[in-house]
């Protein structure tokens, strides 16, 4: 099926640091996300982009956080600075329309 | 607000024998959403098993069944004869309003040769 890849796997980085997670969605997709899963705890909706613009984001999304698709490359989030509760596996999703969602492997991020 | 609730895991079944995995969902903000089972097989990313869209429906993919409940607001995951290469975490989720995906906290399933 289609594939949607993250780029790093993993990461760590020291407390305050920026970070940016990258997503190479399914190529011909408009709707893009980020979700949000902490060790033991349920998968939760970050954010949506289409059209170049943020559509809804949820409490979790704070004003650290950003995200952007210039010119069609990676769909990024960057987190500018980070705490330690930003510690999470981050998943990134892609749709056509907004239907079936297809996600990323993951990436792991420690905030130490 | 939204939210999906699933059996607790881990669950473990016998190869051959027959699974049913809980899920009932509240939805305070459209009367019927999207429903869907995902699944993570070890090592790999989540992927869509099956997803219903319509109250009263089935779906089904590779053995597993979920029926859409409105009634009793459920869209459990049912399969008569468990593999081994059931063996994964399952999630149940529901979705509306521009297709942000609310999900359950995810069922690890294993299978017992």
């Known amino acids: 099926g289609p594939k949607v890849l993250q780029i790093p796997s993993h990461q760590i980085i020291d407390m305050g640091q920026m970070v940016t997670l990258n997503c190479d969605p399914v190529?011909?997709?408009?709707?893009f996300y980020w979700y949000k899963q902490i060790l033991g705890q349920q998968m939760e909706f970050l954010v949506n982009?289409?059209?170049?613009?943020?559509?809804?984001k949820s409490k979790l999304f704070k004003d650290q956080f950003s995200v952007e698709r210039p010119d069609g490359s990676y769909f990024t989030l960057k987190i500018q600075p980070t705490a330690l509760e930003d510690s999470a596996v981050y998943f990134c999703a892609s749709s056509f329309l907004q239907d079936t969602q297809y996600f990323g492997p993951g990436t792991r991020l420690l905030v130490l | 607000g939204d939210s999906v609730t699933q059996t607790e895991g881990p669950v473990t079944v016998s190869e051959s024998e027959s699974l049913i995995i809980n899920c009932t969902y509240s939805a305070t903000s459209i009367a019927y959403p999207n429903l869907f089972w995902y699944v993570r097989y070890p090592g790999e990313g989540l992927q869509l098993l099956l997803k219903?869209?319509?109250?009263?429906q089935k779906g089904s993919s590779r053995g597993f069944e979920a029926t859409y409940n409105k009634e009793t607001t459920s869209f459990h995951l049912q399969k008569a004869s468990v593999q081994e290469s059931d063996s994964a975490v399952y999630y149940c989720?529901?979705?509306?309003?521009?297709?942000?995906?609310?999900f359950g906290q995810g069922t690890k399933l294993s299978i017992k040769p």
């Open positions: 190529s011909n997709h408009l709707y």
């Open positions: 982009f289409y059209n170049g613009k943020v559509m809804e």
């Open positions: 989720a529901l979705n509306y309003n521009q297709g942000k995906l609310i």
């Open positions: 219903v869209i319509t109250a009263g």
